[in-house]
């Protein structure tokens, strides 16, 4: 006789690959016309947007655009020019075959960009890119296992109770935003742009109904160059935003938001009283799972009084994934100059290579400095400055790594410097349960009662209720109507009553 367990089950989601792969991009330019020589390299700033994500044969197809922007000192050492380009990019995702609504979500980031000089009118720039995928496909999950409605005579099954925190949603939302932002005041008017960074902060998201509205801050980081000095300037704006995305679902414990900028517009503007202003006008698509709470029970083990049985078994594995947190790491550096540095011109950062594994959180953040010497010529410092601390051995999957403090001084022959990196990050806990899915009862070899006793004394050796029940034939709940409560689960000796 097979008996098969009936199952309560709930839509969920599950994540069915997780990779990150890295490549390498190269490209080559020249100077423009109308710039001077190369002297020296000062920063390269890069920038990724993603332009498509589709699901192939093969796995996963992403697509995007890096762009790269150098800035450089020129030959005479007099002033600050810079050089633009861009590369289309495509990252092979190999998963196996997928399902058709098997949904894809990308996180792209820059890890690594290093320009050499050919020669004074052309440069080569190699950037690293690092694709974090993660692909998730609808399934039900078994929330509550039980007995079916037949005949079980004899049979007891041990339950066991447990929370699990699954994926209900995957869902994206396209957006764009369009802003102006005014340059403070007292700074030298910008004439040109040169690069711009955008960094999505989430601080927070509500459920109501089937929506979730989340709401974060965007954050730019402005490079640009004025008439009115020989150096570039950098200045950043921050502005709220929010954004309503409809998930389907009427229930959220927990929500994880990647956003993706997809494609970007600016221009220096005037204002109606003649002030430089910057629009901006930015296209991205935010990525959500949200997650919520089961109660579960679930069968681990069972047995017949009446017959053998044997039990088949299956072990499910869950990974639960915490909600967002942060972590910051800091470092004070002293970086050595071959001259007195008479101002901080300029300081440019970017974060490179930011890992967590090995029970450590690590980064390396890339320090550009460009500053004029005393005697009066423009210079530049790098430094790569690394991180790290304790994550307490966690299983740990960063989202992002921004630099949330900066600062430069000079001091003679060399530039003090305090900063921090902010990192995004997920705690993941992997959880293994074993279910019994079904057992098969041998009637041909129904044992003969008669030949035991209908109450057994034992002398307790260790082991629990439960498999003293099951080795006598009996069950956990006779057994405790048979002894003191309190002396059930302590008891060197036992009353246990045969059961049918």
């Known amino acids: 006789m097979e008996i098969k367990f009936e199952n309560k089950l709930v839509p969920s989601y599950r994540?069915?690959?997780?990779?990150?792969?890295?490549?390498?991009?190269?490209a080559e330019t020249v100077v423009p016309d109308t710039n001077d020589d190369i002297g020296r390299i000062a920063s390269v700033?890069?920038?990724?947007?993603?332009?498509?994500?589709?699901?192939?044969?093969?796995?996963?197809?992403?697509s995007g655009e890096v762009s790269a922007v150098l800035l450089y000192i020129t030959e005479s050492e007099n002033a600050v020019a810079y050089i633009r380009l861009s590369k289309a990019f495509t990252m092979e995702f190999e998963t196996g075959d997928m399902e058709a609504d098997t949904i894809a979500q990308i996180n792209l980031?820059?890890?690594?960009?290093?320009?050499?000089?050919?020669?004074?009118?052309?440069?080569?720039?190699?950037?690293?890119?690092?694709?974090?995928?993660?692909?998730?496909?609808?399934?039900?999950?078994?929330?509550?296992e039980s007995l079916p409605e037949c005949d079980c005579t004899g049979v007891h099954t041990k339950t066991e109770k447990d929370e699990l925190t699954?994926?209900?949603?995957?869902?994206?939302?396209?957006?764009?935003?369009?802003?102006?932002?005014?340059?403070?005041?007292?700074?030298?008017?910008?004439?040109?742009?040169?690069?711009?960074?955008?960094?999505?902060s989430v601080d927070e998201s509500q459920h109501i109904g089937s929506k979730i509205i989340v709401k974060g801050s965007v954050n730019l980081e402005i490079c640009y160059l004025s008439k009115e000095v020989n150096y570039p300037l950098r200045t950043q704006f921050s502005t709220p935003f929010s954004q309503i995305i409809d998930t389907g679902e009427e229930e959220m414990d927990s929500c994880t938001v990647i956003i993706q900028l997809t494609s970007a517009y600016y221009e220096l503007i005037d204002s109606i009283?003649?002030?430089?202003?910057?629009?901006?006008?930015?296209?991205?698509?935010a990525q959500v799972v949200s997650?919520?709470?089961?109660?579960?029970?679930?069968?681990?083990?069972?047995?017949?009084?009446?017959?053998?049985?044997?039990?088949?078994?299956?072990?499910?594995?869950?990974?639960?994934v915490s909600e967002t947190e942060k972590i910051y790491l800091g470092s004070d550096e002293h970086i050595s100059i071959a001259e007195d540095c008479g101002d901080v011109l300029s300081v440019f950062t970017s974060v490179t290579q930011a890992a967590a594994m090995q029970g450590k959180f690590s980064a390396a953040i890339c320090l550009d400095i460009i500053y004029e010497s005393k005697s009066g010529t423009l210079s530049s410092a790098r430094r790569i400055v690394n991180v790290e601390q304790d994550s307490q051995g966690s299983s740990v999957r960063l989202l992002g790594a921004r630099i949330s403090e900066i600062s430069v001084k000079p001091e003679g022959e060399a530039l003090e410097c305090h900063l921090s990196v902010e990192l995004n990050y997920q705690t993941l806990n992997t959880r293994e349960i074993s279910r019994v899915t079904e057992m098969e009862l041998d009637e041909e070899k129904e044992y003969d009662m008669s030949k035991f006793p209908s109450l057994f004394m034992v002398k307790r050796d260790g082991e629990t209720l439960w498999e003293l029940a099951k080795n006598y034939h009996s069950s956990v709940e006779s057994i405790e109507s048979y002894n003191a409560a309190a002396e059930s689960e302590t008891a060197g000796l036992l009353l246990i009553p045969r059961e049918i």
């Open 166 to 200: 699954l994926p209900n949603a995957v869902c994206e939302k396209t957006f764009a935003l369009n802003e102006q932002f005014s340059f403070p005041a007292g700074k030298p008017t910008p004439s040109e742009l040169v690069f711009q960074n955008v960094n999505f």
């Open 45 to 62: 700033h890069t920038s990724v947007m993603l332009k498509s994500k589709e699901l192939t044969g093969r796995g996963v197809q992403v």
């Open 15 to 26: 994540e069915v690959s997780h990779q990150v792969k890295r490549i390498q991009e190269s």
């Open 273 to 285: 009283n003649g002030d430089k202003l910057l629009d901006a006008e930015l296209h991205a698509v």
């Open 291 to 320: 997650r919520k709470r089961h109660a579960i029970s679930y069968i681990s083990d069972a047995y017949s009084n009446r017959m053998p049985a044997s039990c088949s078994t299956k072990a499910f594995q869950y990974t639960e």
């Open 109 to 144: 980031s820059v890890t690594n960009a290093e320009a050499r000089v050919l020669n004074p009118r052309k440069v080569s720039v190699t950037v690293e890119l690092a694709g974090e995928l993660s692909c998730y496909r609808q399934e039900s999950a078994g929330v509550e």
